[in-house]
């Protein structure tokens, strides 16, 4: 039995011969030297344990929680897979440079790279331990390589936590350390991992390598063939290689397929240290390039990197254009030079990033549809939903808030609700069929809403930081999403670090002392979860047949692990991350409360009474519990649902020293 | 997904416990630990049911040949009888045999 990742793995494993416009970063390792090549000691061909090794300073070396701890996932068995002793993720501490670091090395072979419990937990684990040194004075890095399919989908919704514990881990170092991906190829870098890889400081790739949230392969079997034709191999590495993701500024260091070039790459971005701004929070520049293009006419892919360019902010376009003289070389790559241009005024660094999101009222007819969805769809996942589906997102942001709600854009919903004596903000996702993303039309989290998001909560935190921690504000999300946006313009333009925005404006709202709670009224699926709802510290949930909650739609999961429906439902009964049931989604340790109400389409006053007091509630233990996700360990249901993640933690703990 | 447990005789012992491979498509992992019984004990878990009697002859005439004792457990993703034996000679090596 065999099964694939979340993403199109099958696409070919090289890319096409180069055809892409000139680029700007030179020296360019695909020139037609054809000896070079047989002179390198390749990393792609290495297995993860000799990647993590060879990056290493020699004799320094030392892995954790490896095949001998025999810590396998407790889910595959049970599903007739046969597990890995090491569950696919090797951890190596050692040095490089004389500098702490530790190795955390995903490996392609074994299910695809895909993420599940016990791989998920070692590298969270391995990263907040790194994060403990650096706050007992021992400055240990990260350097994650990245060959993933995204969430293992036979420990799904495990899969999909983890994943988000991961994604808080490494904001929780980055702040510390660095932490630098690597995406060598051959598999890439996907799903729900892509996020996580889109919060890196700084991101090194091959030519060979390759980034995105959704592969070709599922947004050909989501959207069709005239979406994305994932054969089309010219143009998958068009989008999504190394080279392009290099030239637009979503990875800072292209390299050779070469050991010692990965090695010596990985060591200069060590050596630039962390940076006043991330990537993942420089909002203005997505902004910028999102106003820039029309995504019913987007552009080639060739004319990506001079578009982005000149949209950017006027504080990142001084930074690319900082060095004329080296116009070959990608200005942020450049050793030495900081984030944030000299020149750039004081607290304006990043222009219009620090712009409070354009608010409006919401005319009425913003509801496109009727509250209530047909009776024949109760009771079963709602795949796909068209315009004249319901938004139970809408539904319930209006009932909280007594009608009055704002949106940032029409896709994005805010509301300020009063929780006892705090008021909070409350944000959903909902349908928007007039989206000039067609992708993005059902309340699918796209581009527009993963940087609305990432600007609705930033735009609370920054408001808030001059008040005492206790007085923050609570952020709601209002979580109704079928899924991420599967589409070709979203992959073009970086959709994977859209929501890597939005995570990290969560996570960092979680950080700064706000309640983040979570609200699931209807589905919480895969990247849309991940990106609007995962980070919060609290999660509800409805007691309620449609809330579906999970890595991926029944259809879609079944196709990918080679299964039918009937089988995976069957799977579902005995293994509860498999479960599309709410009830046995609150025993995996990350719920709250389940919340009774009465109609859960078009919320009643009393149903209203008694959300709003499970919200006040929520929030309140999340003034008083922990900022980080670690007690979705602890929780009573984790005991039992989560005793591997546990087992790696201590493991890796004993070990760590 | 099968198990399947095999025992044969063994006078080697190897010096340090290995681990190779990957459970990755054609492929398998072996984890060797030294094991103070004298014999050989194998555990194998594959992706491919029932070729128990391919498993049988590749591990007999493995162990026939090298007398190594010890545990050894193999996480098997449909790697040819080739591929075993490959990956069986790397892990004594590996372990000092």
Known sequence: MTSAPLSGQASPDRPPPDRTAPHRTAPDPVAPDRVAPLARDSFIELHARARATALLDDGTARELCGPFDRIESPWLAAQEVVPQSDDGVVVVKGELGRRPVVVIAIEQAFQGGGIGEVSGAKITAALSLAAQDNRHGVPTAAILLLETGGVRLQEANLGLATVAEVCSAVLELRALSPVIGVIAGALGCFGGMSIAAGLCTELIMTREGRLGLNGPEVIESEAGVAEFDASDHTLIWAIHGGTQRTATGLADVLVSDDVAEVRSAVREALGRGVPDEHRSQRIGELRALLEAVDPAHPPDPADLPALRANAAPVGSAARTNAAPGESAVPANTAPGESAVPANAPPGESAGPANAAPRESAVPANTAPVPANAAPEERGRPMRTRDAATASRGLAWIRALAGGEVGSVVPSVVTADVMLGDDSARLLAVVPDPGSPYHRARAGEVGLREGLALAEAVTEVVTRDVGLPEERRRPIVAVVDVPSQAYGRVEELLGIHHALAAAVDAYASARTAGHPVIALIVGTALSGGFLAHGSQAGRMLALDDPRVVIHAMHEQAAARVTRRTVAELEELARRIPPLSYDVGDWAKLGLCDELLDVGDADEPTGEDVRRVRAALTAAAGRARHGPRDLSDRLTSPAALRTRAASRRIHEALTAQWR | ?97
């Open chain 2, 1 to 97: 997904m099968q198990t399947l447990n095999y025992q044969f005789p063994a006078d080697r012992e190897p010096a340090r416990r290995a681990h190779v491979g990957v459970v990755g498509s054609g492929d398998l992992e072996i984890l060797m630990t030294p094991e103070a019984s004298g014999g050989a004990r194998v555990r194998v878990r594959t992706s491919v049911d029932g070729f128990d009697t391919v498993w049988r002859t590749v591990l007999e005439r493995f162990f026939a040949r090298h007398r190594v004792g010890g545990s050894f457990e193999l996480n098997d993703f449909g790697a040819t009888p080739g591929v075993v034996t490959l990956r069986l000679r790397q892990v004594i090596q590996e372990g000092g045999i």
